[in-house]
Nanobody, 127 residues
Framework: QVQLVESGGGLVQAGDSLRLSCLDSGRTFSSYAMGWFRQAPGKEREFVATINWSGTRTYYADSVKGRFTISRDNAKNTVYLQMNSLQPEDTAVYFC????????????????????WGQGTQVTVSS
């Protein structure tokens, strides 16, 4: 059974940076598109970024475009989310997930194609 394990979250101040990692325990990581999502308290889970299997195509939510960068290292079965210029509204639990289909551009209904969700990592940004 595939497991995705996120790490790298923490408590930072506004303007700081964090890099999240998501390690895929499966053998087919390089065959899947990957995505980052987040869920703030009292809010629905929302899309953050996605990357295709080879890392050549990416797509971001408008709220993070220009500040966050998704990347992957298929040799390490890991997808990353570099988060710069963090703001209090970025506070959330961040999850990674994988999809057999690249969803670029990402539409609201596309979250259904993602599975094998990780347990999440908390990111808290203080003002």
């Amino acid at each position: 059974q595939v497991q995705l394990v996120e790490s790298g979250g923490g408590l930072v101040q506004a303007g700081d940076s964090l890099r999240l990692s998501c390690l895929d325990s499966g053998r087919t990581f390089s065959s899947y598109a990957m995505g980052w999502f987040r869920q703030a308290p009292g809010k629905e889970r929302e899309f953050v970024a996605t990357i295709n299997w080879s890392g050549t195509r990416t797509y971001y939510a408008d709220s993070v475009k220009g500040r966050f960068t998704i990347s992957r290292d298929n040799a390490k079965n890991t997808v990353y989310l570099q988060m710069n210029s963090l703001q209090p509204e970025d506070t959330a639990v961040y999850f990674c997930a994988r999809s057999p289909i690249t969803k670029i551009p990402f539409r609201d209904g596309d979250v259904g194609s993602f599975g094998s969700w990780g347990q999440g990592t908390q990111v808290t940004v203080s003002s």
